[in-house]
């Protein structure tokens, strides 16, 4: 008599497990670009600075009595928050179905988590407090270069600092760095790249990425930025956890994705700035 065990449907458990994890970790590009916190529980983070110290010019042979206090200044909070997704797969659909309904479930819920993180980092741009986009204006390499040219001056690392444009603020940058013509012959280094594969790989020293998850409002502006990695935080209390639970009177398997983070403004929000613009398709 056939018998199906557990064995049978425990390597479909472990796979979609596994493959959901691995997509989740490695399909957001916003975690590697910034601050990342993690603990145990879901207390709030608080962040705090410390003061800068500032020399002076003291005589000869006189006591200084001018100390800096060297106290902490609260800066902001972290409140972490849950996330779930679910699938629930039939037995008739994990045996009927030729498209692999078990591949497909495990890449859409890791490529989901990815996203989530993504577009709430992205959504910590408009908390920036120095703009240097103008609302319903065409985005221009000028407007990247005073978002530059601002943070070196308020001392960012520079050589941390990185840009996420919209796509459309980077079909802007296409534009503006030359279509090719006839009448052009050659072209600068930076237009080149732009021309040969729509993606530039740093501008002036900065490294600039795109993300559709940036979102476009009701005026159709999108918000990018320019930022060094301690004006974002995330802060992982729980990582990505997938939870298959059998359901036996409807004969399926119920998939259950869950992650317990915060984010938010970092301990250095002032490296941070926005560039609001027109984000019309092409």
Partial sequence: MAITQYTSISSFIASIYEDAVLVAREGGLMPSLVSN???????TRAFATRPEVSYETVADAVDYSNPTTFGKSSVGTLTPGEVIAQFILTDANIESDPDNAR?????ELGEAAAKKVDTDLVGVFSSFTTDTGTANSAFST?????????????????????????????????LETGVPAATYANKDAMTSQALRDYWMANYLGVPVYTSANIAIDSSTDAISAVFAPQAIAFDVRRAYRLEPERDASLRAWELNATMVYAYGLGERPAWGVKMTSDATAP
Avoid: C, E, N
């Fill in 37 to 43: 916190y993690s603990a145990q529980g879901r207390m």
């Fill in 103 to 107: 591949a497909q479930a495990a890449q």
């Fill in 142 to 174: 000028t407007i990247m270069a005073d978002a530059i040219s601002t943070l070196r001056a308020a001392y960012a690392p520079s050589g941390a600092l990185r840009a996420v444009l919209h796509p459309y603020h980077w079909h802007d940058v296409f």
